[in-house]
Nanobody, 122 residues
Framework: QVQLVESGGGLVQAGGSLKLSCAAS????????MGWYRQVPGKQRELVASISSGGSTNYADSVKGRFTISRDNAKGTMYLQMNSLRPEDTAVYYC????????????????WGQGTQVTVSS
């Protein structure tokens, strides 16, 4: 069984910074793509940033230049450094990892974190 545990959310003033973390535990042999998503009530969950196993990154236009995604493959952990936060960044942030369980399991399964609230006050 695999579990993703998120941490780092909270309340911050506009212009401030937060760093989110997401750690995988359990039967993890390999992790391919990792991604951060966010969701506000009444709207669809949207991709904020993603990072491949090789380190290639992709960002939503709204966060480019302000957010940085990174990963530590040895620890099975991913991070989202959020700078210059704006009130419109307020949302529940979710991490997702595509995980392979073992050497003999060739497919990858997507797992989600429990979500962490980020609130940016104006």
């Amino acid at each position: 069984q695999v579990q993703l545990v998120e941490s780092g959310g909270g309340l911050v003033q506009a212009g401030g910074s937060l760093k989110l973390s997401c750690a995988a535990s359990g039967n993890v042999y390999d992790i391919s793509v990792m991604g951060w998503y966010r969701q506000v009530p009444g709207k669809q969950r949207e991709l904020v940033a993603s990072i491949s196993s090789g380190g290639s990154t992709n960002y939503a236009d709204s966060v480019k230049g302000r957010f940085t995604i990174s990963r530590d493959n040895a620890k099975g952990t991913m991070y989202l450094q959020m700078n210059s936060l704006r009130p419109e960044d307020t949302a529940v942030y979710y991490c997702k990892q595509s995980i392979r369980f073992s050497l003999i399991t060739y497919s990858y399964t997507d797992y989600w974190g429990q979500g962490t609230q980020v609130t940016v006050s104006s």
